[in-house]
């Protein structure tokens, strides 16, 4: 029974992988409620700051956003600690590649050009029908950013708390401020989340800041990959 | 040995013990900002106590459920090797159950990180270390509920 059982087990890791992940995501989401629409709502939030603050700067001499994006579902996210990566469906056979920015979406218009939302990560590793997504939250991930109207530059570090770094200790920096990309490889203007808590580091050298985030990435399930 | 429904009390509990730490890692992970390994670290425990082909069984479902990627990943390879490995040399270990118990759960744990994340480990260790330090509290805490309710007479 038991040995019959395991053979079983062996055929569905290998050739249904696919049935792990619905147990899983039918585990983690099968109580909850409208988790997407409220994520949707946070980061429409997030990207309204970030179009105030757009006023505000010379939006000519900001190179154009992302021309295009394909949507996908999340198939399911990385189980154990020290990495913060998820999974989606789509891969090489959808024409994504490496490197390529994910972003939360805020609308679910998927005939509008642009996609519109929060840079939550990027692609790390490809596979036929699926890849995997390397989020902000994951330890190894650093990224070019700005913070609030000024556009103070800092240096994002992930983590499970990620923080802001390396801000001028002449930055005015207040909780609320809107974080927003400012790396090339990525397009600009593209909201993180808000800074928390700024205070000088333990150095006194520079500031350092936490960044807090409206949305709950493990209850994620669509995401967009910007071409 | 008693029976539960159709399986020994062991197994029936080992179950229990599985499901609810399978639960506790895809549902409510990180734990007040931890992120804990419940899954191997009930399968570390159970595979004291459990036979090898019923370890095996939990073990393959455990990585059917929680593998996060079309092929095997080098922590999922790790996260079925360890367990399957303790129940194999478990009869050969000198010493009380309960101390090697509480030995293997703390080098299952940092074997485990060893192997398939040290680099991570090692850049935010900090962080890393309060998990870790969680996962093996999980780990006692388990070994010692089920090591209680053993019938050694």
């Known amino acids: ?227 | 040995m008693r029976k539960i429904f159709w399986f020994e009390k062991n197994f029936f509990l080992g179950l229990l013990g599985f499901f609810a730490a399978l639960i506790l890692q895809i549902k409510f992970n990180p734990l007040f900002g931890l992120k804990i390994n419940f899954v191997l670290m009930a399968l570390v425990v159970l595979a004291l106590f459990l036979d090898f082909f019923e370890v095996i069984f939990l073990e393959l479902f455990g990585v059917f459920v929680l593998n996060w990627q079309p092929n095997l990943s080098t922590e999922t390879i790790i996260f079925f090797l360890l367990p399957a490995a303790i129940s194999l040399i478990k009869k050969f270990l000198p010493g009380q159950i309960w101390f090697n118990g509480l030995l293997l759960i703390i080098l299952g744990v940092l074997g485990f990180y060893y192997f398939s994340s040290l680099g991570s480990f090692l850049k935010n260790w900090p962080e890393a270390f309060g998990g870790i330090i969680a996962t093996i509290g999980f780990g006692f805490m388990i070994f010692f509920s089920f090591y209680s309710i053993q019938d050694y007479n």
Not at chain 1, 187 to 203: C, H, I, R, T, V
């Open chain 1, 1 to 227: 029974m038991l040995l019959s059982l395991i053979i079983i087990l062996i055929f569905l890791v290998f050739l249904k992988p696919d049935l792990g992940w619905k147990i899983r995501g039918f585990i983690n989401r099968g109580l909850e409620g409208d988790v997407e629409g409220m994520n949707r709502l946070a980061a429409e939030n997030e990207n309204l700051k970030v179009q105030l603050v757009l006023l505000d700067q010379v939006k000519e001499q900001i190179p154009e956003s992302s021309s295009g994006y394909i949507s996908a579902f999340v198939f399911t996210y990385y189980p154990f600690s020290l990495k913060d990566k998820f999974l989606i469906d789509v891969g090489t056979n959808q024409q994504i590649k490496i490197g390529q920015p994910v972003v939360l979406p805020i609308n679910k218009k998927l005939d509008s050009k642009n996609a519109e939302g929060i840079l939550i990560g990027r692609i790390s590793t490809v596979f036929d029908n699926s890849a995997l997504v390397q989020t902000i939250f994951d330890k190894d991930w650093n990224l070019k950013v700005k913070i609030g109207k000024k556009g103070e530059p800092s240096l994002l570090k992930g983590g499970s708390t990620p923080k802001l770094t390396v801000i001028n200790k002449e930055a005015k920096i207040a909780d609320g401020d809107v974080v927003y990309n400012a790396d090339p490889n990525f397009p600009f203007f593209y909201a993180l989340g808000e800074a928390a808590d700024p205070k000088f580091s333990s150095d006194q050298v520079f500031k350092e800041a936490d960044l807090s985030f409206a949305y709950d990435l493990s209850r994620i399930t669509i995401v967009y990959v910007l071409k």
